[in-house]
């Protein structure tokens, strides 16, 4: 097989993922809201599966994690003692010419991007990021609260809860899933800014002076789960906020960055946030944030080390890496073009495709048996797909599409031998294997792959 592409770029993924229902535009009969997707039936799958590849890695593995579900809305004081109502802005500027607005330090020069103006924009004013809505019957300001932009606050708040609950001892962290809002001033490049979206994050807890150790550690960690799902290392680095680019909380902050078609762009924030945050909580709210060291007899205040990636942006970075066009062999002994997801088997949306090799009649019942066998024994962990539309050729290019591990075919002969074909997606390889076995088989090649 020779490649032709190894990669996609924007507007063949954004078609891949709506033509093979991985990614929606979210109200798109009515024309579409800016910036905002809706996940299909197995962009859903997707999204769970590398949510819960990060759960089992960061938490079910360690002995070290617990996990946290906080609400998405919170007490607005929780807002200002972090600094959000403060500081969480972007520089706002304005095209007089065509009233379009930017951020300040998305522009590389003078000209306006949308109507081509030269030195039109407006003096930049702070915007405040933060999602506001109105709790209760009565719209005033006392009734303001914000969607959460980040999730790291329920964690922080919630400090002495699971601290008491779970009795762990320093170091130790608490991770949670769950959606954030920002109300972005430029969005785009499909789902990678959005004004919803959603966060993996842990706040690591440690003792002050051994942070800088920990957070070395974290960067390992964190790389060596992108990696080890299969993306490329040559598009991954590591970037080292300078000074002035360093949150208020910061102590000192790392991006991993993916190589986007557009060039490099955040999928993860490696910070040290120090002791602001659980200062910060203590001081506005009365309440003791520390903990008690019953060895020394002394109440410490931790620092964090707080890794924090976006869901969808692992998605992007996801896909991007495993598309491949390429040359492949036909059955009349020529070639044509096939499209790949090279998905780790742990990512993929569907684990296992059950084909008939035709929907005769004579087919349909093993076919059926075979299904239901792969599904219900429990080797295979996660969607098993049963398709009979179109061609067996047509069948096994759209599995290719959307990064299906392993096919398995029922044909003429499966009925006197009782055994099926397993074709692997990357070599396209195929075996046969008898059906009483095929559990066990497929289990064993979805863990190597």
Same mark, same amino acid.
């Given at each position: ?76 004081? *929780? ?7 403060? *500081? ?15 951020? *300040?330090?998305?522009? *590389? ?50 400090? @002495? ?72 290392? @040559? ?58 060291? @019953? ?155």
């Amino acid at each position: 097989m020779t490649e032709l592409k190894a990669s996609a770029n924007l507007d063949e993924l954004a078609s891949l993922c709506k033509r093979r229902g991985f990614i929606f535009q979210s109200s798109e009969i009515y024309g579409g809201l800016a910036s905002t997707w809706d996940y299909g039936p197995l962009g859903v799958e997707l999204k769970r599966n590398i949510k819960e590849s990060w759960w089992r890695r960061f938490v079910w593995e360690r002995d070290d994690m617990v996990g946290l579900d906080a609400a998405i809305l919170m007490h607005p004081d *929780a807002w200002r003692a972090s600094g959000h109502v403060e *500081a969480f802005h972007d520089p706002l500027v304005e095209c007089r010419n065509c009233h379009q607005r930017f951020r *300040a330090d998305h522009l *590389a020069g003078p000209k306006c991007l949308s109507c081509c103006a030269t030195d039109s924009f407006t003096e930049a004013r702070q915007f405040n990021l933060m999602l506001k809505t109105f709790l209760g019957p009565v719209e005033d300001s006392a009734s303001i609260a914000y969607l959460r932009p980040e999730t790291a606050q329920g964690i922080f708040v919630n400090f @002495e809860n699971v601290q008491t609950t779970t009795r762990r001892k320093l170091p130790f962290g608490i991770a949670q899933l769950g959606k954030a809002f920002r109300n972005e001033i430029t969005t785009g490049n499909f789902i990678f800014r959005t004004r919803e979206f959603e966060m993996m994050e842990i706040e690591y807890f440690v003792r002050p002076g051994e942070d800088e150790e920990c957070h070395k550690r974290w960067l390992d960690d964190c790389m060596g789960w992108y990696t080890g799902l299969g993306i490329r290392k @040559e598009n991954l680095r590591i970037r080292q906020h300078d000074p002035k680019e360093l949150a208020h909380y910061a102590k000192a902050t790392y991006d991993i960055e993916y190589r986007f078609p557009w060039g490099w762009g955040e999928i993860q924030g490696i910070a040290n946030r120090t002791d602001f945050d659980l200062k910060a909580h203590a001081t506005k709210s009365g309440k003791a944030l520390a903990y008690f060291d @019953e060895e020394k007899k002394e109440h410490v205040v931790p620092y964090v080390i707080e890794p924090s990636a976006g869901v969808d942006r692992a998605v992007m970075a996801f896909l991007l890496d495993a598309y491949a066009e390429e040359e492949a062999p036909t059955a009349d002994g020529k070639t044509e073009k096939r499209v790949v997801l090279r998905l780790h088997p742990a990512l993929a949306p569907v684990k296992v495709a059950v084909l008939p090799l035709s929907r005769n009649e004579r087919l349909a019942p093993l076919a059926r048996e075979v299904f239901a066998k792969v599904r219900s024994s429990g080797a295979v962990d996660g969607f098993v797909q049963y398709d009979d539309a179109q061609s067996i050729g047509r069948r096994y290019r759209r599995q290719d599409e959307v990064g299906t591990p392993l096919c398995v075919t029922v044909d003429f002969e499966s009925l006197d031998d009782r055994a099926v074909t397993i074709r692997e997606r990357d070599s396209m390889k195929q075996d046969r294997v008898p059906i009483e076995r095929l559990p066990e088989e497929l289990a064993k090649r979805l863990k190597r792959a």
